[in-house]
């Protein structure tokens, strides 16, 4: 690895951003624990997070790459030997590919198994709308969540066929679940919109939490707001099939749809 440096005149947050449109990552560095847990993040750290258009790494003070590891009672407890996983939060509805695959190849190149979380919300009886369904239990629902996030990973799953994928959902807020997921891990991966105004910096509210709450390194990935869907090539030229998954999200999703034929 070639290390050099580099002093540059301007305000901190541009530099920096200039320097990441030539890089595949950025990686920036806490000032220190903000209260018990999380990251000091000043307003260079979420300037640059809110506008880059590169992934960005947010590491505390300290980190070391020994704390990748697992400890010896944590590999006896788990049953597994290596690094610390890498946690992914995905939402079902907007599983974007640039942050499915960064998650998928970090943890490739980590040797480490790869958490997935979705989390949901239980609908409140009051705000059903006419002919949905209300009185399904619980587990029924988890059940169901669970088949989307198994859909949206399948591709992935066949790419990256040595990774290690644990898949789970939970019924909670998607800031209470990740910070509770990530303990412990070695990496949180979470997705960030670039938005259509770029002078306005803003991270949104799950990575603003995550990011001064979580106690691990946690990596930003932003997107475009495209929802980039595989498609199955079929021999027969006759009639069209999109399959379950970009059928579901072209029908209900708010958002463009792209879709990418493959074999």
Not at 52 to 67: D, I, Q, T
Not at 97 to 105: A, K, P, R
Not at 153 to 166: A, F, I, Q, S, T
Request: net charge neutral.
């Amino acid at each position: 690895m070639r290390l050099y440096d580099e002093q540059v005149e301007g305000p901190a947050t541009a530099a920096l951003l200039k320097a990441a449109e030539d890089a595949d990552l950025l990686v920036l560095g806490s000032r220190g624990l903000s209260g018990f847990t999380g990251f000091l993040v000043g307003s260079v750290a979420l300037g640059v997070v809110a506008k880059a258009a590169r992934p960005v790494v947010l590491v505390r003070a300290g980190e070391e790459a020994v704390n990748e590891h697992l400890r010896a009672h944590d590999r006896t407890a788990s049953g597994r030997a290596g690094n610390r996983d890498v946690v992914l939060g995905v939402d079902v509805n907007d599983p974007y590919v640039e942050v499915l695959d960064f998650g998928f190849e970090t943890a490739r190149l980590r040797d480490a198994r790869l958490r997935v979380l979705h989390a949901w919300h239980a609908p409140n009886p009051f705000t059903l709308g006419p002919g949905e369904v209300g009185l399904v239990s619980e587990s029924q629902r988890a059940e169901e969540w669970l088949g989307f996030l198994s859909a949206v990973l399948h591709e992935r799953r066949d790419k990256y066929p040595d990774v290690e994928v644990l898949e789970t959902v939970v019924d909670d807020k998607a800031s209470n679940a990740l910070l509770r997921a990530a303990t412990g891990a070695g990496l949180l991966v979470v997705g960030h919109r670039l938005t259509e105004r770029p002078t306005v910096p803003r991270t949104g509210p799950v990575t603003h939490a995550v990011i001064h709450h979580v106690g691990c390194p946690v990596a930003v990935v932003p997107h475009s707001g495209l929802l980039v869907v595989g498609r199955r090539r079929r021999r027969a030229a006759v009639g069209s099939h999109t399959g379950p998954v970009a059928h579901a999200l072209i029908h209900h999703v708010a958002r463009p749809v792209a879709l990418v034929p493959h074999d």
